[in-house]
């Protein structure tokens, strides 16, 4: 039972433009999300994150947008460079200290 | 300040070989969690440390899996025997208590092969 989903395992973006990451969850528990970015051969590094009585956090380039209704959360970076390829994680906490993973959307900029 | 730092990086065994990750987690952070990456798959966590007291060991494999944290600083997990479905990333992250207890750092994890 995969209660966190990430439907698209990559994404190609220009570089310049904005990159947008979904994620959707299924329990009405989870009430803080974060995103991590994820480096070949690296451990995932925290990224941004969003408690649920928000539905907008940004950090810098970084922005997530959380739609409590739609269990449906997303990451956008613009304007997108080449260093934010790599694998990036959505996970989600029902305020337990157990974060549960979605399964990876892998970020490509092209130059 | 030193990240959290795993050894091997890399483990090939044959199976029913017994194997055992070792993890140092930044200096001061009382909470240390083990997580498994199978191909493809976001983390899972294993089990989860406060100081030594293990807090969460719900979705440890007891049969074969068995982790300690002595002195509530260094952590090993070990796995004996090794079965193939074993072959995953072993994680390791740290969390220190002032920070918001969802903002864990993770090691570069140990990539372990069964054969």
């Known amino acids: 039972d995969q209660q966190v989903k990430q439907n698209s395992p990559s994404l190609s973006v220009q570089e310049g433009r904005i990159s947008i990451l979904n994620c959707d969850y299924t329990n009405s528990m989870f009430d803080y999300f974060l995103w991590y970015k994820k480096y070949p051969a690296e451990g995932p590094t925290f990224l941004i994150s969003i408690s649920s009585i928000k539905d907008k956090n940004e950090d810098g380039r970084f922005t997530v947008f959380l739609n409590k209704s739609a269990k449906h959360l997303s990451l956008h970076i613009v304007p997108s460079q080449p260093g934010d390829s790599a694998v990036y994680f959505c996970?989600?906490?029902?305020?337990?200290?157990?974060?549960?993973f979605g399964t990876g959307t892998r970020l490509t900029i092209i130059p | 300040e030193a990240g959290v730092v795993q050894s091997p990086r890399y483990k090939i065994i044959e199976k029913k070989q017994p194997v055992a990750f070792w993890c140092n987690p930044i200096?001061?952070?009382?909470?240390l969690y083990w997580y498994r990456q199978n191909l493809g798959q976001g983390p899972e966590l294993l089990i989860r440390?406060?100081?030594?007291?293990?807090?969460?060991d719900s979705q440890l494999p007891k049969d074969r899996f068995s982790a300690e944290r002595l002195k509530g600083v260094d952590s090993t997990l070990k796995i004996q025997p090794a079965e193939l479905g074993d072959s995953a990333v072993y994680l390791c992250a740290s969390r220190g208590g002032g920070s918001s207890y969802n903002e864990q750092f993770f090691g570069p994890g140990t990539r372990l092969t069964v054969l």
């Open positions: 996970a989600a906490s029902d305020g337990n200290e157990k974060l549960t």
């Open positions: 200096s001061g952070h009382n909470t």
């Open positions: 440390y406060e100081n030594e007291e293990a807090v969460d």
